[in-house]
């Protein structure tokens, strides 16, 4: 019988299309050149398992040097069609994680669920999928609920009164427990998580006729409805396979992942300016030693979990931005101490971001902790929004501190309190920010955004 790697070589030999080269190419460059170093949790090749692995390179020498004769046949027959300058880059740079399908920018390589030791060495920082901002983000937004969306007079009213006090983007809710927008993802169908809008496509066009830029909420890894459907894609306990109990699936999960290809690839059809991922962290209500990763393991699955959205971004609507939307404490000290619960590594997360959008919200805060009226004046509402983002710019660098537009609480506080929110961010350097209101009761932030007062210069 041939080797698995002398059959994909005469394959390649037989292809008709480029496409059939790139991919037969995948596979022979991951047969040849990849090389486990995570130890006793090995990564698993999508075709091909650990075993199967050692037995090619006992092979006899003719078998491996074909294989190895394959490639450098390969990267002349590349260089003569004119691709090696686009394809040679990534399959040197990195190998990126795609289960079911393989594309030019990806290599079949699947990472074990325990196997996360290894992941960062097979998740190699790739330049080109960093995007630096010219300027700060000056986008004014509002978040809306499914039923208010649907809602064509409340809808209108409440845009109408929004952008009269400068408003000038929509947030909405395009997947919670399901997809609100038509989708074909075998995943979404089959375990029935797809609720869609009566006619999206109008309601967006609506928004962008009003000059409004267009944001998609998207729930990430909170995700009760998959983990009750198919519960091998929550989060393990730690050295197991065994889901733990709850409604939280693992970032680093194939399934997950695929789930989250699909639904992007349907998402991206809509005319969206930005797909903004909520609950893009782990949960911190479970005992935290049941789950037994380090804060820098669960910064690098939830990094598996941006890079496939960034790779479908990049793919099908490369205009598109991708927001993150993280927890404020990781502005202020103890971040690693923070990020050994949560995982969200902003610093590692940056480079494949658009928008980085702290909840600065003061409820979050115990205020007689984090602020001295002696000491930081202004109020409080004001310091815990400029210090969050202060402390975001510090940790970020001034690059990637480009890309925060911060969430400011927009209930449960005074017309004064809120407009001291935004002050707060005007004062920090920043420019734009959205409301978060859950019933959608935005009243007292218009009389907050008018009692703030005109933007300052930096974000005329």
């Keep these: 019988m041939q080797s698995a790697p002398y059959a994909t070589t005469v394959n390649l030999l037989r292809a008709r299309s480029h496409r059939s080269i790139i991919e037969l190419t995948q596979k022979l460059i991951v047969a040849v050149v990849v090389e486990d170093r995570s130890g006793s949790d090995r990564s698993v090749l999508h075709e091909w398992s650990w075993e199967r692995m050692q037995n090619f390179f006992r092979r006899p020498l003719f078998a491996h040097g074909v294989a190895y004769c394959g490639v450098f046949l390969l990267i002349f027959t590349l260089h003569a069609m ?106 979404a169908l089959e375990y029935d998580l797809t609720d869609p809008y009566s006619d999206l496509p109008r309601i967006i066009k609506e928004a962008h006729d009003r000059g409004l830029t267009v ?126 619960v949560i995982g969200q590594d902003i610093v590692r997360f ?3 971001v658009d928008v980085i959008s702290p909840m600065a919200y003061p409820i979050s805060f115990t205020v007689e902790t984090y602020y001295n009226p002696a000491k930081h004046g202004h109020t409080a509402a004001y310091w815990l929004v400029y210090r969050t983002l202060k402390g975001y710019e510090e940790k970020l660098g001034p690059a990637h501190a480009r890309k925060i537009r911060p969430w400011i609480q927009g209930y449960g506080l005074t017309v004064h309190e809120m407009s001291q929110e935004i002050k707060g961010v005007y004062g920090a350097g920043y420019c734009g920010f959205m409301v978060w209101n859950a019933g959608n009761l935005y009243e007292q932030a218009y009389q907050a955004m008018k009692k703030a007062g005109d933007r300052p210069e930096h974000c005329l």
Excluded at 156 to 177: C, I, M, S, Y
């Design 215 to 340: 944001i998609a909420r998207y729930v990430a890894l909170r995700d009760g409805l998959l983990a009750a459907a198919n519960p091998s894609t929550r989060i393990p306990y730690a050295g197991t396979k065994i889901p733990m109990e709850g409604e939280w699936v693992d970032a680093a999960d194939p399934i997950v992942l695929e789930y989250t290809r699909q639904l992007m690839r349907d998402l991206l059809q809509y005319d969206i300016d930005e797909v903004n991922f909520d609950y893009i962290r782990y949960p911190t209500d479970y005992d935290q030693q049941a789950i037994g990763q380090s804060g820098e393991e669960r910064g690098i699955r939830i990094e598996r979990y941006l890079r496939a959205a960034r790779q479908v971004i990049d793919e099908v609507r490369p205009q598109t931005k991708l927001g993150i939307s993280t927890f404020a404490i990781l502005g202020w000290p103890h971040y690693e101490q923070n990020l050994a």
């Design 82 to 187: 004119g691709l090696l300058h686009e394809n040679w880059a990534w399959a040197m740079g990195g190998l990126q994680e795609t289960p079911t399908s393989l594309t030019k920018n990806s290599v079949a390589l699947i990472v074990s669920k325990n196997s996360s030791a290894d992941v960062a060495s097979a998740l190699g920082r790739t330049s080109s999928l960093e995007r630096m901002p010219s300027a700060v983000d000056s986008s004014v937004g509002i978040y809306l609920t499914v039923a208010s969306l649907e809602q064509e007079r409340f809808r209108t009213n409440t845009l109408d009164r929004f952008q009269t006090v400068g408003g000038n983007a929509l947030v909405f809710e395009a997947k919670g427990g399901k997809a609100y927008f038509q989708t074909d993802s075998s995943i």
């Design 350 to 352: 940056a480079p494949l």
